[in-house]
């Protein structure tokens, strides 16, 4: 038992200095956990990034998010389908641990939504869905090695919609 502590130790403290680097591209899948419907989301998210003299590295870049679910009621269901496209500029946190990666950032994006009712009594007006949505996330990434890091991000915004995601990402 007390080897694979060790093994954690020397994985957790080793630096291997892969902090975002200016001038790569960052690109990776994600699979979340949608507030909006309760229901799992995929992902992928892009970067670049970016050093600004008297600010410090940011990264810029996309997200494309799917998920659908349905609302069931005593007559029939509502079903949700959401594709959500948008450019996100991310600002990160110079720590120590070259390992570790906080960042925290805006996302403005655009939710395409379409609405279904099936069952009975087709009288009922489709809810309102989709528009822009301005959102503000934050997250970490922890490097395994130089070209791949694992990512956690939690977003919140207009629209309803927040998430929770955990992702893999890769430096090209």
């Known amino acids: 038992m007390k080897k694979y502590f060790v093994a954690v130790y020397v994985v957790l403290t080793t630096s291997i200095f892969a902090q975002i680097v200016p001038d790569q591209h960052y690109l990776g899948p994600s699979l979340g956990l949608s507030f909006l419907g309760s229901t799992f989301q995929l992902g992928a998210n892009y ?3 970016m050093k600004l003299s008297d600010i410090g590295t940011i990264g810029v870049g996309g997200i494309f998010r799917y998920w659908s679910y349905k609302e069931t009621y005593f007559t ?68 395994l090695n130089p070209k791949t890091a694992l990512s956690a991000r939690v977003s919140f915004g207009t629209i309803s919609y927040g998430g929770l995601e955990v992702g893999v990402d890769f430096r090209l």
């Open 47 to 49: 970067e670049y990034g």
């Open 76 to 143: 029939g269901h509502w079903n949700y389908v959401d594709v959500m496209i948008g450019a996100q500029g991310n600002y990160y946190f110079k720590i120590d641990n070259e390992k570790i990666e906080p960042w925290a950032g805006l996302v403005l994006a655009i939710n395409n939504s379409s609405v279904d009712w099936q069952g009975t009594n087709a009288n009922y007006a489709a809810p309102s869905a989709g528009g822009f949505w301005l959102g503000f996330q934050g997250g970490a990434r922890y490097w």
